[in-house]
């Protein structure tokens, strides 16, 4: 899959290279952003509806979208992605496809997560 014409810019945020804290342990350090144009975003669950639960008096909302990449987007299960103005987390490993008959591909598939309240 190529770039969809118009599809949506993404940011990958990937954690940066390590850094060491107070008492020198290695952290991540500031994250690296990474802009991947042509993206298709869709709702996970198909209804486009998160899901709620009441948790110390407090509404927690799961809000899952699938993301379309084009082919050989290297995206991580420890990266966040930016749609819009919400960050996401990556939930499991993104998946792609090349056909072994015709050596087409399709797009990388990413399940994205964001989990408020």
């Known amino acids: 899959m190529r770039e969809l ?31 991947i144009p042509g993206c298709a975003i869709a709702p996970r669950d198909g209804t486009g509806a ?13 809000t899952g979208l699938t993301l379309y990449a084009p082919y050989g ?7 966040r992605v930016r749609v819009g103005g919400d960050e996401y987390e990556v939930d499991g490993h993104s998946g792609s496809f090349r056909s072994p008959f015709t050596g087409s591909t399709g797009p990388v598939v990413v399940a994205l997560e964001l989990v408020t309240g």
């Open 50 to 62: 998160g899901t709620n639960e009441i948790v110390d008096a407090r509404d927690t909302v799961i």
């Open 73 to 79: 987007t290297d995206i991580r299960a420890t990266d």
């Open 5 to 35: 014409p118009s599809g949506d810019t993404v940011t990958i945020l990937r954690p940066g290279p390590s850094t060491r804290d107070v008492y020198q342990n290695d952290v991540p350090g500031p994250p690296v952003e990474i802009p």
